[in-house]
DNA sequence: ATTTATACCTAAATTACTTATGCATAAGAA
DNA sequence: TTCTTATGCATAAGTAATTTAGGTATAAAT
């Protein structure tokens, strides 16, 4: 399962989930806590990463604040209140996806 | 949750998992099962799904047999031998998926 | 008689990606 | 020392899976 697709749409509710839990988080970090809490699993492509970030900042969910470290860039997101806010929505909804997803491919799952 | 959407990149593998334990089904069955069985949770719209099984079934995937119902016509779709094989890939897929994704949104979760 | 349910279909628009490319610095390997 | 890999940002063109919005037709229910 070299390089397993994204599926579509659930990219902003992880980016919006992670920095919940992180507090601010940069682009390129992004990329690596995903692939290591995934086990290499899921992969965040940086064409799709920085454009979600910038929706998601011009949306208002997302503040940036910038940093040089070591001389390089680094952009650093973190959640503003309606992007915390809009996490917990956006959380129960992938949620309920992936419960509604569990009674279609394995109805045993749900039950415990 | 009125009308939730589909996580894209789904609906392939649903079909497929559907059409494997039923034997065969038409499609306005299938809507109405995906609803029943996810509690009005996931609503598979029409323009999403005929062409959805008009390229599974041009992929070789599915077979139709057209049959007439109450003076109603019904197509149904079951699946060939290639797409019984292909079905268990995209389980896999779809079932490591929710799994990747249990796991950023929820570790706690993928312990059990 | 009108609406709702059943049953199929397609086309345009939208959306979220992938793929490809670009720039720049730091670190490591050859 | 030069080349590659890792770090870090970005955008643009192309693609694919949807949504939305229509369309046709029969049966059942109000």
Redesign the pocket.
């Known amino acids: 399962m070299a ?1 397993a ?8 509710t992880i980016i919006l989930k992670l920095l919940d839990e992180e507090g601010k988080m ?7 806590k995903v692939k290591q809490l995934t086990k290499g699993e899921l ?6 990463l ?6 998601l900042e011009a949306e208002g969910l997302l503040d940036v604040e910038v940093a040089k ?8 997101y973190k959640l503003t209140d309606r992007g915390t806010k809009e996490t917990v929505n956006r959380l129960a909804e992938l949620e309920d996806f992936i419960r509604s997803m569990q009674q279609l491919i394995n109805p045993k799952w749900s039950i415990q």
């Open positions: 390089n697709k994204l599926y579509k749409g659930s990219l902003n940069y682009g390129y970090e992004i990329t690596q992969q965040i492509t940086e064409g799709a920085y454009p979600a970030l910038h929706k470290v070591d001389n390089r860039l680094r952009k650093y």
